[in-house]
């Protein structure tokens, strides 16, 4: 299928619904341009069309993007039966033995999985590269990196493979790939995506889940899609006043944009980033929106010490649940010199501290808000990496 790569997921789930190819024709497209992909990127752990086909055989149903294939990130996002390894050698051989609540939406939208893209182990670096897979490279120059911890999606959607594909983010995880490969990430709302059964938050609410994507609209279809509480939800966001689809379709009127330059631990981007962003400026002043240079300022410093403080005890009770799964401890030659350190420090964190790192959490989500609303400012304009 030669214009395969030319739709996005609703495009692709059109021809289905017209008959003009069949759902199996694009898993067969999908899965050919995914193994030549794995060639030269690695950017898969693992596919599996033939759990595909036997989904397949069971109907996709009429959801949005009824038969369009579809992969998710190796980290916490379970397909029954399918291999599910955090990119971490501790979890070799590990095989998911229920669906994730996002799994079972994504299903009734109509997605067809075929496989899992690469993670650093737990999702912890901005690059994606692991003991487990090696390094997976950027299709635009694989001399460079498709970033992380979403790089194996955000390589495999660049490349053509697919036009959306699952993924994470806690500290960029999303929109860091996204802007290494050229394509759409949106971080969601806590509470907005569901991260069940058996938990409804990530890294104490820092962590959540949603996709990389070509097409803006696909990105507001699956939030379409997957969006509401789950059981047990600790917190849950808003509602949308309508349909995401229906939004992005509709003119936003003039915007007033804070040009947010330097980030809060005081770095500024380099000359190219720089670059990027006021020809993003620009652009958007011709286009007819307001856009003032200023930002919101926080303790960066404080910040990253309380972040690091959380992700490292997260970390910690993970390899601790490991290591009950196994009935023996994660020894450390099973985990990256980077885990190991987290797993050390997140063992040490006083209760204390993480109650400090919550509140600062809080206090930054005020402070933020707060400084839109002073200012009268619709979003934010920054870079997204310093070069």
Not at 44 to 60: H, I, N, R, V
Not at 165 to 170: K, L
Not at 189 to 205: D, H, I, L
Not at 360 to 367: E, G, K
């Amino acid at each position: 299928m030669r214009e395969y790569a030319d739709y996005d997921g609703l495009g692709l789930a059109e021809l289905v619904r017209s008959k003009q190819v069949s759902a199996a024709e694009l898993l067969d497209a999908a899965v050919t341009r995914a193994e030549a992909a794995q060639e030269t990127l690695n950017c898969f752990s693992a596919l599996y069309p033939d759990l595909a086909k036997s989904q397949l055989e069971g109907g996709t149903g009429d959801g949005p993007f009824a038969g369009v294939p579809f992969v998710t990130k190796d980290l916490a996002v379970e397909v029954k039966g399918a291999p599910l390894t955090n990119g971490s050698v501790a979890w070799k051989g590990n095989v998911a033995q229920r669906d994730s609540v996002l799994t079972e939406r994504y299903r009734e939208a109509g997605l067809v999985f075929f496989g899992q893209t690469t993670s650093p182990e737990y999702g912890l670096t901005t690059t994606t590269e692991s003991t487990l897979y090696g390094q997976t490279r950027n299709p635009w120059d694989l001399t460079r990196t498709s970033g992380g911890s979403s790089g194996g999606a955000s390589a495999a959607v660049a490349a053509g493979v697919l036009p959306v594909a699952q993924a994470s983010d806690g500290g960029g995880s999303i929109r860091i790939p996204a802007s290494c490969t050229g394509l759409f990430g949106i971080k969601p709302s806590r509470g907005r995506v569901p991260m069940g059964p058996g938990r409804t938050e990530g890294w104490n609410g820092m962590s959540t889940v949603h996709a990389v994507s070509r097409s803006v609209r696909d990105s507001a279809a699956l939030l379409d899609a997957c969006h509401g509480r789950e059981t047990g939800s600790r917190y849950v966001a808003p509602a949308p006043d309508r349909p995401y689809l229906e939004e992005v379709s509709h003119g936003s009127g003039k915007l007033r944009i804070a040009l947010w330059k330097k980030a809060p631990n005081g770095t500024m981007p380099d000359a190219d980033a720089e670059a990027g962003l006021m020809a993003t400026a620009k652009l958007l002043e011709e286009l007819g929106h307001e856009v003032v240079e200023t930002g919101p300022e926080f303790n960066g410093e404080q910040l990253a010490k309380y972040a690091l403080f959380t992700i490292s005890a997260n970390i910690a009770a993970a390899f601790d649940d490991r290591s009950d799964m196994l009935g023996r401890p994660v020894r450390e030659d099973e985990m990256e010199p980077i885990t190991a350190s987290m797993v050390a420090l997140g063992r040490t964190v006083p209760m204390v501290e993480l109650a400090k790192a919550n509140n600062l959490f809080n206090s930054v989500a005020i402070d933020y808000e707060q400084f839109l609303i002073d200012g009268g400012f619709d979003l934010t304009l920054s870079p997204v990496t310093h070069r």
